[in-house]
């Protein structure tokens, strides 16, 4: 998938049916309906500056490097 350099959307990220399991699997407590109509307009880079601090930099990296590959 292209992630455009993390300027992708998260709005075009979530239609990607594959993308939105691999995120639910990984952060069910955040794909809460009040959730993700917030953040649907925010970029994958402003969805990534806010959690840096509570997800490891190898954690991040994996999910990173899954979404290329979908």
């Keep these: 998938m ?3 350099h993390n300027q992708i959307t998260m709005r075009e990220l ?3 049916k594959q ?3 691999l995120l639910y699997k990984e952060f069910p ?3 809460t309906p009040a959730i993700l109509q917030n953040i649907r ?3 994958l880079q402003q969805i990534i500056q806010m959690v840096r601090p509570y997800i ?3 954690k991040l990296n ?3 490097e899954q ?3 979908i």
């Design 29 to 31: 407590m955040f794909m």
């Design 14 to 16: 979530l239609r990607n």
């Design 56 to 58: 490891s930099r190898p």
């Design 2 to 4: 292209d992630l455009k």
């Design 67 to 69: 979404l290329e590959n």
């Design 19 to 21: 993308a939105y399991l």
């Design 41 to 43: 307009p925010l970029t």
């Design 62 to 64: 994996m999910l990173l």
